[in-house]
């Protein structure tokens, strides 16, 4: 298959790669073969030990207009939409949730319906200034998916995620960093070029580190404070045997840079 026919590109990086949704005709809409590419590039960047970040993009003029609903089985009295979700879209979420590595998104252009919802799935989103997000979903009579009923409360408070998802309207880059929906907007032609740094950036930062606080994150939205005290009581038990913190240890008192290479687990 040509990079041209290909639903997803992979592009290696010295210790992270980047994961291109290819569909730029239909917006980086989402069909059955991209579903099937990109959890498949989610596990394998996952199993890889020299991989030690993820930078999730859209080729063309967006990130992505979420499921693409020209799809055979999508409409009618026998569509099953809970299908489409277990099949591919949950699976997807909880890919980006499990990976334990993290997962920098940059959102150029649109991102609607559920490329919205998994670009909030991801860890860090960096979205260009006049990047366009929605939660459309209102408009042709369903609900928000993919996880988005749970990310955008805990992202944006409840009363913004009530008027997001009900009324459908779209928020820009600049306004989704003000609110905390997003990390950081910037200039959309700088955004690649930003994105790309911070996943640089995250390769040089203890890898066991960086999937305990993925863990520990994704753990206190369901923790009893109690429970999660315990849970860092126990991350903190492993990592301070590790080598990465004995060179963070001795880094700082020697007063240089530490240099982290402890793998992945």
């Known amino acids: ?33 991209l579903h099937a590419a990109l959890l498949a590039a989610l596990e394998e960047a996952g199993a890889d030990p020299a991989c030690r970040a993820v930078l999730l993009a859209g080729n063309g003029r967006g990130f ?9 089985g999508l409409s009618g009295p026998d569509a099953d939409l809970k299908a489409v ?35 909030f799935a991801s860890d860090i989103v960096l979205a260009a200034e006049d990047a366009k997000f929605a939660q459309a979903f209102i408009r042709i009579g369903l609900v928000p998916d993919s996880g ?26 600049a306004e989704a960093a003000a609110m905390g929906l997003v990390w950081r907007a910037v200039p959309a032609d ?3 070029a930003e994105a790309e740094a911070l996943c640089a950036r995250l390769v040089r930062l203890p890898a066991q580190g960086l999937a305990a606080i993925k863990q520990a994150l994704d753990a206190a939205a369901a923790n009893t404070l109690d429970a999660q005290l315990a849970l860092e009581a126990g991350l903190q038990q492993r990592l301070g045997r590790s080598a990465d913190y004995n060179e963070g ?17």
């Open 148 to 173: 988005a009923t749970w990310t955008l409360p805990r992202l944006v408070g409840p009363a913004r995620a009530r008027a997001m998802a009900m009324l459908g309207d779209v928020v820009t880059g």
């Open 249 to 265: 240890v001795a880094a700082f008192q020697q007063k240089r840079a530490p240099r982290f290479e402890g793998a992945p687990e």
């Open 85 to 119: 979700l277990e099949d591919g879209w949950n699976r997807l979420v909880r890919a980006l949730r499990g990976i334990p590595k993290p997962v920098v998104c940059a959102v150029h252009g649109t991102a609607a319906g559920a490329g919205a919802s998994i670009a």
């Open 64 to 72: 992505c207009a979420g499921q693409d609903l020209a799809q055979p």
């Open 190 to 192: 700088t955004l690649m």
């Open 1 to 33: 298959m040509s990079d041209q026919a290909a639903p997803l590109l992979v592009e290696q990086r010295p210790g992270y790669r980047v994961l291109l949704l290819n569909r730029p005709q239909k917006l980086n809409a989402f069909d059955a073969a």
